[in-house]
């Protein structure tokens, strides 16, 4: 049997999670002032030409109910974003927005509804995307809308009692909920299509006044299950090269945005299966998905992606199969992926790797960093240039005037 290709720094990581909560006490408390003002956290920072007022990022967290049937972003989302927006956040990011309806069949509801936003379609879908921008835009923050091309084997099975429907993956990979169910490999033709679908959802964004797009990269989602060789091992068509389909959509998004449109991704540097599983090879749901990008592997696609046209990522690790981790429980500590941000900021910094407009490559941390005086630190020693908060902002949309 072939030796597990494990990484250092995130066996390292993962050995050290545990009892962060009941072994420092003190530092979870956290909301600590000793940097007041925080300057570099309130200095305004560029992805491609667009000025953000400050490096605080809201992370995306599923708008779910968010919307009309129809997908048309309903005014529960304008006034959470907009509140967010009043509460001092320099950049927005929606939720999950799928571009794979029809095709992904664990994003619709049945008889063509929805329940995720949606930015096609129809007009009036369209313009509730206007409201929304014009709306956090009052109050000086900006917001990248996060385009999914689905959710693949991590989507609900529902679809199959529903509508005689399975779902759908890079490869026939078992559906993440009911392992039973295997999920269909998608057709080379059926991948173009979400490409399209990503690039005229950006061009809508653009054209609706929303200020970026911003790509589902990371989790186990289907864009990573595309571009993840664990999930993805087609052996014909084009879409056999992992990195693909990925460098395929940024390149149709770019084509439609112009160069100065900036666009985000999310990514994770490693699924960390291999070294949150101790008995992988044997474990009949994951034992296919033990050949993922290592994190050289995974600097070396993101080289690819900037070269495609991305201006911006934000980092972290893990995937639905070891959930815990993208999603940091009481166990881990304060800013968990500070060196995975670290990690990719000095790839890009040392090899000199500009964007296609010549600016830096945009690192944005994730991870339970909503305490002001480690959030202000991270970007102080160029561990990442922006900070991004999920629970946080979600709990206390006052957090940055704070
Ligand atoms: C309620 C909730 C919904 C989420 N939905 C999404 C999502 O739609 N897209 C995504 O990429 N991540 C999603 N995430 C992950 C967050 O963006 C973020 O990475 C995670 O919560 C860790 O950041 P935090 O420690 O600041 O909360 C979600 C997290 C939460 C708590």
Redesign the pocket.
């Known amino acids: 049997m072939s030796e597990l290709k494990k990484d250092p720094l995130v066996q390292e990581l993962v050995d050290s999670y545990g009892d962060w909560f009941l072994e420092h006490p003190e530092d979870a408390k956290g909301m600590t002032g000793k940097l007041y003002p925080f300057k570099t956290m309130f200095s305004p920072i560029n992805i491609n030409r667009t000025k953000i007022k400050n490096r605080i990022v809201m ?4 708008n779910l109910q968010m919307c009309e049937e129809s997908g048309r972003p309903n005014e529960k989302m304008i006034q959470y974003f907009t509140e967010r927006a009043k509460g001092g956040c320099g950049l927005l990011t929606t ?2 927005v799928p571009i794979s309806h029809g095709i992904d069949p664990t994003v619709s509801e049945p008889g063509g509804l929805s329940y995720f936003p949606r930015i096609d379609k129809t007009r009036t879908n369209l313009v509730g995307w206007r409201d929304l921008a014009s709306s956090v835009h009052a109050y000086d923050s900006k917001i990248f809308i ?1 385009l999914t091309p689905g959710l693949g084997r991590v989507g609900a099975p529902l679809c199959l009692p529903n509508e005689l429907k399975f779902p759908v993956s890079a490869s026939f990979n078992k559906n993440f909920y009911i392992p039973a169910i295997p999920c269909i490999r998608l057709s080379d033709g059926k991948l173009n299509k979400i490409i399209k679908n990503g690039a005229q959802a950006a061009l809508d964004a653009q054209c609706q006044g929303i200020d970026g797009v911003y790509l ?1 990269g ?2 186990g989602y289907l864009l990573e299950q595309m571009t993840n060789p664990a999930f993805n091992r087609r052996k014909l068509g084009k879409y056999s090269d992992p990195y693909r389909f990925g460098v395929d959509l940024v390149k149709a998004i770019r084509e439609n945005v112009g160069p100065h449109y900036p666009i985000m991704y ?1 990514i994770d540097l490693s699924l960390a299966l291999n070294e949150t599983y101790e008995n992988i090879e044997n474990m009949d749901t994951l034992k296919k998905y033990t050949k993922g990008r290592t994190v050289n592997e995974t600097l070396k696609f993101m080289e690819a992606l900037v070269k495609a046209g991305v201006d911006c990522f934000d980092v ?1 690790l893990g995937c639905y199969d070891n959930w815990w981790l ?3 429980p009481a166990g881990m500590p304060a800013g968990c992926f500070k060196s995975v941000s670290q990690a990719a900021v000095d790839y890009f910094r040392s090899n000199n790797i500009k964007t296609n407009t010549g600016g830096d490559v945009v690192i944005v941390a ?5 305490f002001p005086d480690l959030a202000e630190e991270v970007l102080k020693d160029n561990m990442a240039d922006m900070v ?5 902002l ?1 709990a206390d949309p006052y957090w940055p005037e704070k």
């Not at 992370?59 to 599923?62: F, Q």
């Not at 991004?388 to 946080?392: E, I």
């Open positions: 992370a995306p967290m599923g939720g999950l996060q589902h990371h989790e999310r972290d993208p999603h940091p994730v991870g339970k960093l909503g991004m908060l999920g629970r946080q979600l």
